[in-house]
């Protein structure tokens, strides 16, 4: 059956959210389309061509004229709990986009009415959704080359030619670790199997950034069987820029994986033996990559009943390692996640 869709947040990113993937979906109807700000609203429905009468300031103004059977929330950060709570009351199963939440208590006060309402609630992490990242878990699950030792992870781009004036990724705050981070601390869960436990991290702006805030940091983790990771981030890196995921080499007992997602060119995973050359990897074929592989996961999800795996209740450690490594910058103290056990 179809499923009957509100989506919440129209802004440049919900925009893009409703023409390029949810419009694609042959197995999604929108209803209803919900702006808190009038000017975007208005602006949305010039751009994506909506009927006025299916418009609405509030989500609660489209569920007392439209019937639905969830909400896709695409709002900006202050706007996720609010909407996905008065989509969980109204008995409605909701996606929502990364990061989660403000904090990890208002994640975990929507995660429990989730569940007290018998409802789907499911975090986009979209990196998720790649080849080269369903190949490496299955080598690192099937153990190919033995348990995973350590990680080390770069991610490198050059966004400092802007305005500063009018640029705004140079004004959010934790431009790095709250902007970008979520993605690749969520890959490493998902690529390791593990929770992290403890992490410790460094920030820095270079003399030259256009940023308010570092863009720039390292951080160590420690995850629960052992693995580190070593992390080092750049949103002002004069290096050979990475795909978005990221340049991953995964030292493990018998060898390395090295591997990248996501990117202008395309993905790889190679391993490399112990006294052997490296070898490419064949990945797998995905039909639904990126955001469109998150939609159908939460279609399917619904469907069957059955807790997607990024949902809510699982992407808590997600949510709690970003705020964990932001703690631990601003401190310069390691952070233990040990009270999420």
């Given at each position: 059956?179809?499923?009957?869709?509100?989506?919440?947040?129209?802004?440049?990113?919900?925009?893009?959210?409703?023409?390029?993937?949810?419009?694609?979906?042959?197995?999604?109807?929108?209803?209803?389309?919900?702006?808190?700000?009038?000017?975007?609203?208005?602006?949305?429905?010039?751009r994506?061509?909506?009927?006025?009468?299916?418009c609405?300031?509030?989500?609660?103004?489209?569920?007392?004229v439209y019937?639905?059977?969830?909400?896709?929330?695409?709002?900006?950060?202050?706007?996720?709990?609010?909407?996905?709570?008065?989509?969980?009351?109204?008995?409605?199963h909701v996606l929502?986009?990364k990061?989660?939440?403000?904090?990890?208590e208002e994640?975990?006060e929507?995660?429990e009415?989730?569940?007290?309402?018998d409802?789907?609630?499911?975090?986009?992490?979209?990196?998720?959704?790649?080849?080269?990242?369903?190949?490496?878990?299955?080598?690192?699950?099937?153990?190919?080359?033995?348990?995973?030792?350590?990680?080390?992870?770069?991610?490198?781009?050059y966004?400092?030619?802007?305005?500063?004036?009018?640029?705004?990724?140079?004004?959010i705050?934790h431009?790095?670790l709250?902007?970008?981070?979520?993605?690749?601390?969520d890959?490493?869960?998902?690529?390791?199997?593990?929770?992290?436990?403890?992490?410790?991290?460094?920030?820095?702006?270079?003399?030259?950034?256009?940023?308010?805030?570092?863009?720039?940091?390292?951080?160590?983790?420690?995850?629960?069987?052992?693995t580190?990771?070593?992390?080092?981030?750049?949103?002002?890196?004069?290096?050979?820029?990475?795909s978005?995921a990221?340049?991953?080499?995964?030292?493990?007992?018998?060898?390395?994986i090295?591997?990248t997602?996501r990117?202008?060119?395309?993905?790889s995973?190679s391993?490399?033996?112990?006294?052997?050359?490296?070898e490419?990897?064949?990945?797998?074929?995905?039909?639904?990559t990126?955001?469109?592989?998150s939609?159908?996961?939460?279609?399917?999800a619904?469907?069957?009943?059955?807790e997607?795996?990024?949902?809510?209740r699982?992407?808590?450690?997600?949510?709690?390692?970003?705020f964990?490594?932001?703690?631990?910058?601003?401190?310069g103290?390691?952070?233990?996640?040990?009270?999420?056990?």
């Amino acid at each position: 059956m179809t499923l009957r869709l509100i989506h919440a947040g129209l802004g440049g990113w919900g925009s893009n959210w409703a023409k390029e993937i949810v419009a694609r979906n042959k197995d999604v109807e929108t209803v209803a389309w919900v702006e808190i700000v009038p000017d975007a609203l208005r602006l949305a429905q010039e751009r994506l061509d909506l009927p006025e009468e299916r418009c609405f300031a509030t989500l609660e103004e489209a569920l007392a004229v439209y019937e639905a059977d969830a909400v896709l929330v695409t709002a900006s950060l202050p706007g996720h709990i609010p909407v996905t709570r008065a989509a969980l009351q109204a008995g409605k199963h909701v996606l929502l986009e990364k990061p989660f939440a403000p904090t990890v208590e208002e994640a975990r006060e929507v995660v429990e009415l989730a569940e007290k309402n018998d409802r789907i609630l499911m975090i986009s992490q979209n990196y998720r959704y790649f080849p080269a990242v369903r190949k490496v878990a299955e080598l690192v699950s099937s153990q190919e080359l033995g348990p995973v030792t350590a990680v080390n992870i770069d991610f490198r781009k050059y966004d400092n030619t802007q305005p500063r004036e009018t640029h705004r990724h140079y004004h959010i705050p934790h431009p790095l670790l709250m902007d970008m981070t979520i993605h690749h601390f969520d890959l490493m869960r998902l690529v390791l199997g593990q929770e992290p436990r403890r992490v410790v991290c460094t920030t820095w702006n270079p003399s030259w950034s256009n940023y308010d805030e570092p863009p720039a940091g390292a951080a160590s983790i420690t995850f629960d069987q052992g693995t580190i990771v070593n992390y080092r981030g750049s949103w002002v890196s004069t290096g050979e820029p990475t795909s978005w995921a990221g340049s991953w080499h995964m030292e493990c007992e018998k060898g390395e994986i090295i591997w990248t997602s996501r990117g202008e060119t395309p993905e790889s995973v190679s391993i490399r033996r112990l006294g052997e050359p490296a070898e490419n990897i064949e990945l797998p074929e995905i039909t639904a990559t990126d955001r469109h592989g998150s939609l159908a996961a939460f279609v399917q999800a619904v469907q069957t009943g059955e807790e997607p795996e990024s949902s809510g209740r699982r992407n808590l450690y997600t949510l709690a390692l970003m705020f964990a490594t932001m703690e631990a910058a601003d401190t310069g103290q390691p952070v233990s996640l040990d009270h999420l056990r």
